[in-house]
């Protein structure tokens, strides 16, 4: 009997948890009923997947913040989308992700995808004021290229290897909602084939030091090439390093045009 009623407990235990999970939620904010897999849960109530939508996409704290925070964002956002069809643009940066600067009025946008629709993402208009720090991230993936020889895969001698890039320019802010704006400022992951060096833990130097082996290679590379001094590089591998460097100097153009803009608007 006792085993019996062991079991028993467990068994409404479980019910009992499998029974909030199909229990109805509302809506803190819109009142409107959550489906089965669709609440995001605030510090003191729900959010149903619509509401979600409208937050900002820079917004990371959802899981912390009030309803009655979620609310005051919700409006803030109205207001964001009726100032944004006013909003004109006087200089624009970045291939994956797009920065765009109003210089005039003293406030910038972002979108996570150049293509995007300003009006459809309603990005926070911040202003220029608000920036604190302007950093750039590089993510940094490699991997050997191998040749077949009699059915095997070998190593080229020196070896090669195929390095992938990504930058990712980060914009710190005090404003409410977009306190950390990262956006990629290249498209596509960029390529870059080199010999003899190989670096597979990302970190923020990595494309220069790839870059300065490439473009000075050391002695002991140059002697297992069969040279004496560097030869000039080839129209792919300029091309690669081209791209990249573009990257770079996006993010110094950004740092200058948020340096300058801050400047003007604080004379």
């Not at 750039?136 to 195929?162: A, C, T």
């Not at 110094?252 to 948020?258: F, G, K, R, T």
């Amino acid at each position: 009997m006792c085993g019996a009623s062991k079991t028993g407990r467990q068994g409404e235990i479980g019910m009992g948890l499998f029974g909030k999970l199909f229990e109805k939620k509302i809506c803190s904010i819109c009142g409107g009923d959550i489906g089965l897999l669709g609440n995001r849960k605030l510090a003191d109530g729900n959010l149903c997947k619509k509401c979600a939508q409208k937050l900002s996409p820079w917004f990371d704290e959802r899981r912390e913040s009030t309803v009655a925070q979620i609310d005051e964002q919700l409006r803030d956002r109205e207001r964001n989308l009726e100032e944004l069809r006013g909003f004109s643009s006087s200089r624009g940066v970045g291939d994956g992700g797009r920065l765009m600067i109003d210089e005039a009025g003293g406030r910038f946008v972002v979108l996570e995808d150049a293509d995007d629709d300003l009006l459809a993402v309603n990005p926070d208009l911040v202003s220029l004021a608000q920036v604190e720090r302007v950093e750039l991230e590089v993510e940094h993936i490699s991997h050997e290229e191998k040749r077949m020889i009699d059915g095997k895969k070998q190593s080229y001698e020196p070896p090669r290897f195929l390095h992938y890039f990504d930058f990712w320019e980060v914009i710190t802010t005090s404003h409410p909602w977009a306190k950390r704006i990262r956006f990629r400022l290249n498209g596509p992951s960029l390529p870059l084939h080199a010999e003899g060096i190989a670096r597979r833990q990302p970190h923020l130097d990595a494309y220069h030091e790839v870059k300065a082996h490439i473009e000075l290679p050391p002695a002991g590379l140059l002697a297992d090439l069969g040279l004496n001094a560097p030869v000039e590089l080839d129209c792919r591998t300029r091309q690669e390093l081209d791209e990249c460097d573009r990257c770079c100097e996006m993010h110094a153009l950004i740092q200058s045009l948020l340096d300058a803009s801050r400047a003007d608007h604080k004379n």
